[in-house]
């Protein structure tokens, strides 16, 4: 007797058991290409928001200039004031020079900035004006940042404060030592107002 064309059950369950096992490794395979794609594009944004950091405070330290301010209370600042990361947040207030006014605006040339440690935020605060002008919003510059250190030097000296000194109102240099919340350790050296020097710090020995 001629048998009817087709499958049996065996042959159909075994076939649907081969299609649910390669279906499941498509969709594992789908899912680890599509965290992998988003871990790296995290990694891409923090490395990128760590070169903005780096890159903005390079600018800034760089145009230090030695122009004291008046706080909202008419209080005369320092022209640099630098805090210790010890048991606080981190805070360097200054004023930098070449600040670009591409609208022709009726401000200086001149811009206080500080920056901040708030909630695990490194934060940039620029000021509009120089004296007695509330502070415009905050930039965030780097997240998931857990501690800040840093230090200032003068002469060969460091110090884990800066106010100004006989010697001189500006540092010679800062270093920031950053610590991540995962335990990633970013540490940098910046140079402070390489075109201010006066000339008793500029003779003095190293």
Do not use: C
Request: net charge neutral.
């Amino acid at each position: 007797m001629r048998r009817d064309s087709g499958f049996t059950l065996i042959e159909v369950m075994i076939s649907l058991m081969i299609f649910g096992l390669l279906a499941a490794a498509g969709v594992a395979l789908l899912s680890f290409s599509v965290r992998a794609q988003g871990v790296t594009a995290a990694k891409l944004d923090d490395d990128q928001a760590l070169n903005r950091l780096s890159s903005a405070l390079s600018a800034d330290l760089a145009q230090a200039v030695t122009r004291r301010t008046r706080n909202d209370a008419g209080d005369l600042l320092p022209a640099f004031v630098g805090e210790s990361g010890s048991g606080m947040t981190p805070m360097v207030r200054f004023v930098r020079g070449g600040w670009s006014n591409l609208d022709a605006a009726p401000r200086p040339s001149e811009q206080k900035v500080e920056y901040r440690l708030t909630g695990g935020v490194l934060e940039r605060v620029a000021y509009p004006m120089l004296d007695g002008a509330q502070p415009l919003p905050p930039a965030a510059m780097l997240s998931h940042v857990r501690q800040v250190t840093l230090r200032y030097r003068l002469n060969g000296a460091w110090s884990d404060t800066w106010q100004d000194t006989p010697l001189a109102a500006l540092p010679q240099a800062m270093e920031m030592r950053l610590v991540r919340d995962d335990g990633v350790e970013f540490r940098q050296l910046f140079l402070v107002g390489t075109s201010y020097m006066k000339p008793e710090v500029a003779n003095a020995p190293h």
